[in-house]
């Protein structure tokens, strides 16, 4: 039997790039671009939550069942004029930004509601540990003309793309 390896090699010493052609984006679908795409803006615009939970500095959390007052709320699509100090917490939604002064979301399930207004940490955080922060894409690449890349595309302007099949050079 052929190892892995060996298959992948003999597969590849085989196959011939095809060739590229332009098409409409509405003949893009399941087709695989021929060069990348790369966003002129930064995906998404700011750093955003993954999780719902609350933000924190972890230099405020020196162990965990530590208590906070939670300062506000901070929604998906909604902008954050505050910035979070020392001692402070927000909860936060998925898909939220950061606010100022967070270097770390804690996950809902590792705190616990002492009292309106107050937070209890369940566990330490580190800062970036298990953070729940999404960090922004400076350059977005996609290969696959999916659905929503034609979407994507189309809502830019472009009508046409260059498309062709993948490669293996």
């Known amino acids: 039997m052929l190892k892995f390896r060996q298959a992948l090699k003999i597969v590849l ?11 409409s984006l509405s003949r893009a679908h399941r087709r695989v671009l021929a060069k990348d795409v790369i966003a002129q803006n930064n995906i998404p615009y700011t750093d955003n939550s993954a999780m719902d939970g609350y933000a924190v500095n972890t230099g405020n959390l020196k162990s965990a069942l530590q208590e906070l007052p939670v300062v506000g709320v901070v929604a998906c699509g909604k902008s954050v004029n505050k910035r979070l100090k020392r001692g402070e917490a927000m909860a936060i939604m998925t898909g939220a930004p950061i606010p100022a002064g967070c270097n770390s979301v ?21 800062p970036g540990g298990r953070s729940g922060f999404e960090q922004r894409h400076r350059r977005r690449r996609s290969r696959i003309g999916d659905a929503r890349f034609c979407r994507e595309e189309e809502s830019k302007g472009f009508s046409k793309t260059s498309r062709g099949h993948i490669s293996y050079r």
């Open 106 to 126: 804690v996950p809902v399930e590792d705190t616990e509601v002492v009292s309106s207004g107050i937070v209890r940490i369940l566990r330490k955080i580190e």
């Open 13 to 23: 010493g085989d196959t011939k790039p095809m060739g590229w052609e332009w098409v």
